[in-house]
């Protein structure tokens, strides 16, 4: 595939601002327009002096008693003279007939099944009745964090080994694609600090070939039902260090940016790495809680797996799914990945196809036991 640089900075600009499950700073909601007001001066006095009167009623105490300014605070404007965006502006609430049904027992495949209804679907024949594969070795674990929309762990995604190999990925490469081997990842800084973007995203990504992950195309096809590689976007390895986060965002695509593959209906995110609840580095979804009644958040697992949905299946976006990736305080590690309702043309790195992945990928679902 034909590749130049002005693709590479549209594709890498395109990230910058949608770019992954932890990553994707501003869609096309609509912001309520910005209401406020100033006060108004007081009467200067003509510094002549009054006459005595007599002590009277209250109200006629208050009624000339001399006005008092009251000060409002101007809005604060950015340097185009708009007022400042802020989370509460950019992202409004939810209706107040949003349905919004959380998780209050135990994972059933039944569960699952109906909360999915609306959903891609999801390879049901690998589950038994309490949504556990039935395989030897280590199964994976389907446990449905929130109903409504629905959010899945799935629990042994990943083996320790292939976390480490995922994290040595990152490792590999270094910023300028033109010094880099035909099959390795893309580096890029993804700080986002756009005022008219709002989210704030500061972390390192790298763009890998499809050849480069063969366990994730795998495992992503299976749970998927089989799901056509096509539809895949480009795999991300995903580094956020000490200090380093994403705000809120969603991971739908604007509509201006549909014709390459349709709308996003799945994000697929692995941990690579365990952090503890002080570490940060949670998954946060703003509008869904959990059992306790807190904001529902995925902590990070090594291994672990976090699947939901920035649309239903007919590409409908789905605005419940407003999440962000807090403050790290220590290194956390993720891959990551988005499914398309239609074929995906890959963009970088540079020579990146589906095709190339292919023979890898059938040969890994011959060694995981898959065929």
């Known amino acids: ?36 007001g100033f006060g108004t001066s007081s009467t200067q006095k003509n510094g002549k002096k009054s006459k005595k009167k007599k002590r009277g009623l209250i109200s006629e105490e208050l009624a000339l008693s001399p006005k008092v300014e009251q000060k409002v605070q101007d809005p604060e404007l950015d340097r185009f003279g708009l007022p400042v965006r802020t989370a509460e502006n950019f992202f409004p609430s939810l209706p107040a007939e949003t349905e919004i049904i959380g998780m209050d027992q135990e994972t059933s495949l039944d569960a699952v099944q109906k909360a999915m209804s609306k959903y891609i679907q999801l390879n049901y024949d690998l589950f038994d009745e309490n949504a556990v594969e039935e395989v030897h070795g280590i199964p994976w674990k389907l446990k449905l964090l929130h109903q409504s929309p629905p959010v899945l762990e799935i629990e042994n995604f990943f083996t320790k080994d292939e976390c480490e190999k995922y994290m040595n990925i990152a490792n590999e490469v270094g910023q300028d694609p033109e010094e880099t081997g035909s099959n390795s990842p893309l580096k890029v ?78 994000t697929l995110l692995v941990y690579l790495n365990t952090l503890e609840k002080k570490n940060g580095g949670g998954t946060i979804f703003r509008d869904l809680k959990d059992a306790t009644g807190a904001e529902l958040t995925m902590r990070p697992k090594q291994g672990s797996a976090l699947l939901f949905f920035p649309a239903f299946a007919d590409g409908t976006p789905d605005d419940r799914t407003l999440h962000k990736g807090e403050v790290a305080v220590e290194k956390k590690m993720i891959a990551q990945m988005w499914i398309h309702e239609k074929e995906y043309i890959p963009v970088i790195p540079k020579g990146n196809t589906h095709e190339s992945a292919t023979e890898l990928v059938n040969a890994k679902e011959v060694e995981l036991g898959y065929k």
């Open 1 to 36: 595939m034909k590749f130049s640089i002005c693709k590479l900075s549209f594709a890498v600009a395109l990230h910058n601002c949608y770019g992954d499950a932890e990553s994707q700073p501003f869609l096309s909601k609509s912001t309520p327009a910005f209401a406020g």
């Open 189 to 266: 800084n993804s700080g986002t600090f756009s005022n008219l973007a709002l989210s704030k995203r500061t972390s390192t990504t790298w763009f890998c070939h499809f050849s480069q992950v063969p366990t994730l195309l795998a495992k992503a096809k299976r749970l998927l039902k089989n799901l056509p590689l096509k539809q895949m976007e480009e795999a991300q390895i995903v580094r956020y260090r000490t200090g380093e986060q994403f705000s809120w965002h969603y991971d739908e695509i604007p509509t201006a940016q549909l014709e390459n593959g349709g709308q996003r209906i799945a």
